[in-house]
């Protein structure tokens, strides 16, 4: 049997996490969040003095980088070396290059790569920018999740995060390779002035109107 992938993308806190946590916890899927790779091997260049732009220096680190993608309760988990650099991925100064990381070619095709093997394992909800333009451009369950850049920024200064959204957007907006854009086959959601349960009611609705079937939502 093949198994499924939901792909949820939009930009800087538009609550992809959370509406993937909240499907795969309802459908019974493995959530996997892209970014925290993304974040993962910015964290290690920065820890070894790589600088972010500079391509080359950034493709020999890589080469030499071990990246473990797993799971663990259900949902992704990211080591580099062996090492799981927990909270550090969110820190500000990951925040503030890992654009520029995600720009280079040779880091998306070594993740893009891991992302796909996801698939082996089971029936997924992936999020992150390209997922249903590049990892799984043939899967019909798409959905781009979108808010205001005010309720985004507002969201981000909750959690604590000295994060600017609005030049992360830019940035992964404008890039050559895997640009964040809305894929003509994905159903669009904003959620500006919805809470995240009632976001997660109107992508259970939108998955069941591009046919995903399950228990669960058979009973809706
Ligand atoms: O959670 P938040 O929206 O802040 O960001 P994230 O999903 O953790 O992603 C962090 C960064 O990784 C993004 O700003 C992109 O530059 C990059 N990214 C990407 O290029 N492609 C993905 N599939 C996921 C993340």
Same mark, same amino acid.
């Given at each position: 049997? $093949?198994?499924?992938?939901?792909?949820?993308?939009?930009? /800087?806190?538009?609550?992809?996490?959370?509406?993937?946590?909240?499907?795969?916890?309802?459908?019974?899927?493995?959530?996997?969040? $892209?970014?925290?790779?993304? &974040?993962?091997?910015?964290?290690?260049?920065?820890?070894?003095?790589?600088?972010?732009? !500079?391509?080359?220096? =950034?493709?020999?680190?890589?080469?030499?980088?071990?990246?473990?993608?797993? @799971?663990?309760?259900?949902?992704?988990? +990211?080591? @580099? !070396?062996?090492? *799981?650099?927990?909270?550090?991925?969110? %820190?500000?100064?990951?925040?503030?290059? =890992? %654009?520029? +990381?995600?720009? $280079?070619?040779? =880091?998306?095709?070594?993740?893009?790569?891991?992302?796909?093997?996801?698939?082996?394992?089971?029936?997924? @909800?992936?999020?992150?920018? *390209?997922?249903?333009?590049?990892?799984?451009? !043939?899967?019909?369950? #798409?959905?781009?999740?979108?808010?205001?850049?005010?309720?985004?920024?507002?969201?981000?200064?909750? *959690?604590?995060?000295?994060?600017?959204?609005?030049? &992360?957007?830019?940035? *992964?907006? %404008?890039?050559?390779?895997?640009?964040?854009? @809305?894929?003509?086959?994905?159903?669009?959601? !904003?959620? %500006?002035?919805?809470?995240?349960?009632?976001?997660?009611?109107?992508?259970?609705?939108?998955? /069941?109107? #591009?046919?995903? #079937?399950?228990?669960?939502?058979?009973?809706?």
């Amino acid at each position: 049997m $093949t198994h499924r992938a939901i792909a949820i993308d939009g930009p /800087a806190a538009s609550g992809k996490s959370t509406l993937a946590r909240k499907l795969a916890g309802r459908l019974g899927l493995i959530m996997v969040n $892209t970014g925290e790779m993304y &974040r993962a091997i910015t964290w290690e260049l920065l820890r070894c003095g790589v600088d972010p732009g !500079d391509r080359a220096a =950034v493709v020999e680190a890589l080469a030499g980088m071990d990246l473990g993608c797993g @799971v663990r309760a259900g949902r992704s988990t +990211v080591t @580099v !070396d062996g090492v *799981d650099p927990g909270p550090e991925l969110r %820190s500000d100064e990951v925040n503030a290059r =890992v %654009s520029e +990381v995600a720009a $280079t070619p040779e =880091v998306r095709e070594r993740l893009v790569a891991l992302q796909r093997d996801y698939l082996k394992l089971g029936d997924v @909800v992936m999020e992150g920018r *390209d997922i249903g333009t590049v990892v799984f451009p !043939d899967t019909p369950f #798409k959905i781009y999740i979108d808010a205001s850049e005010r309720v985004r920024s507002a969201r981000r200064e909750a *959690d604590g995060e000295s994060d600017s959204v609005g030049r &992360r957007d830019q940035a *992964d907006s %404008s890039r050559r390779t895997a640009p964040l854009r @809305v894929a003509t086959d994905a159903a669009f959601l !904003d959620n %500006s002035d919805l809470d995240a349960e009632e976001t997660l009611d109107a992508a259970l609705r939108l998955l /069941a109107e #591009k046919g995903w #079937k399950s228990t669960d939502l058979m009973e809706r």
